[in-house]
């Protein structure tokens, strides 16, 4: 009698369920995300021989995909002073296809001119960099002048500004872009765009159902912001914080902190986000659907000081 080993069928079986589970998770709107708070290159570093935090990357990347995360997010500048394409980018890349996952992570973008820029960097599950975002509002650190925090410090090269205070010279974002993955849309904001309320509202405006937002800073990511961001505009949300500050977590529309670091250290954490509750709610939102963007023009006017008056 000719026999058949059992194997073939078990692989098929296997193939099979796990291909159902995949068409389940999106029929149900189930994304499991994972977040890592790490130490990289900082706001004011230089590129140093033998450091390259890309090499952690890749290994955190490996390990969300074998937890079932379908998008690992990582903190900003992280990956230092990097040309894009580059030896960096050229390994997040095919750890992301080997993987069939995607990626987020922060780095100062060096382009041509010497000029450069914050970019959060997103990789597909292909290992293409689909998607860039340079952050727009600058976190300058020194001013000089009335009012404040309006002007740079005067007689200082450029050799002081990326010792000291970079982002008063880096190229600003000019938009809020959406990036369209798979399992839904994802808007990204960096660091102190966060503190500008704008910033989420515009992401959800434009369709964003989970906001990404990266961090490199002391202390920890505030997640009253979190709440109020998600519970505001409809949204899930992620945020990473380097290992030198705290803060990282996944969120939950309304108001639902799912998991977080709450020590300034190496940290991983995952969680499932509940996209279908994220749309059953942007569908009915009275909030969307009762807005009055003809009385809001005053949002979009230069700045004013506290007493109302021009600068």
């Known amino acids: 009698m000719l026999t058949r080993s059992?194997?073939?069928?078990?692989?098929?079986?296997?193939a099979a369920t796990s291909a159902l589970g995949e068409q389940m998770d999106k029929k149900t709107g189930q994304v499991k995300v994972a977040a890592v708070q790490m130490l990289?290159?900082?706001?004011?570093?230089?590129?140093?021989?033998?450091?390259?935090?890309?090499?952690?990357?890749?290994?955190y990347i490996e390990r969300a995909a074998k937890d079932g995360a379908q998008l690992v997010v990582f903190p900003e500048y992280l990956l230092g002073r990097i040309s894009v394409p580059g030896l960096q980018t050229e390994r997040i890349c095919k750890a992301a296809a080997a993987s069939r996952i995607y990626v987020v992570v922060g780095c100062w973008e060096v382009f041509n001119d010497g000029s450069?820029?914050?970019?959060?960097?997103?990789?597909?599950?292909?290992?293409?960099?689909?998607?860039?975002?340079?952050?727009?509002?600058?976190?300058?650190?020194?001013?000089?002048?009335?009012?404040p925090w309006s002007k740079p410090p005067k007689g200082k090269d450029t050799e002081w500004f990326l010792s000291n205070d970079p982002e008063w010279l880096m190229k600003?974002?000019?938009?809020?872009?959406?990036?369209?993955?798979?399992?839904?849309?994802?808007g990204i904001l960096t660091c102190y765009d966060g503190w500008f309320p704008e910033t989420f509202r515009t992401l959800s405006l434009k369709g964003a159902e989970i906001l990404i937002w990266i961090n490199g800073r002391r202390g920890t990511v505030e997640d009253f912001?979190?709440?109020?961001?998600?519970?505001q505009n409809e949204v899930a949300l992620i945020a990473t914080n380097?290992?030198?500050?705290?803060?990282?977590?996944?969120?939950?529309?309304?108001?639902?902190?799912?998991?977080?670091?709450?020590?300034?250290?190496?940290?991983?954490?995952?969680?499932?986000?509940?996209?279908?509750?994220v749309r059953q709610a942007r569908k009915?939102?009275?909030?969307?659907?009762?807005?009055?963007?003809?009385?809001?023009?005053?949002?979009?006017?230069?700045?004013?000081?506290?007493?109302?008056t021009s600068p």
């Open 6 to 14: 059992p194997f073939p069928i078990l692989f098929i079986v296997v």
């Open 40 to 59: 990289g290159y900082d706001k004011t570093d230089v590129p140093r021989p033998g450091f390259d935090p890309s090499e952690t990357v890749v290994r």
């Open 116 to 147: 450069f820029a914050n970019t959060a960097l997103l990789f597909d599950r292909s290992g293409k960099t689909v998607g860039k975002y340079n952050k727009v509002h600058a976190a300058v650190d020194h001013f000089e002048g009335k009012p």
């Open 172 to 186: 600003r974002g000019e938009g809020f872009p959406v990036f369209d993955l798979d399992f839904g849309r994802i």
């Open 225 to 231: 912001i979190v709440k109020s961001a998600m519970f």
């Open 242 to 277: 380097q290992a030198y500050g705290a803060g990282t977590m996944i969120g939950q529309w309304p108001a639902r902190i799912m998991a977080s670091c709450s020590e300034p250290k190496e940290s991983y954490i995952t969680a499932t986000i509940n996209l279908q509750q």
């Open 284 to 308: 009915n939102s009275r909030n969307i659907q009762q807005r009055r963007p003809d009385l809001y023009g005053e949002i979009v006017k230069p700045s004013r000081q506290p007493d109302g």
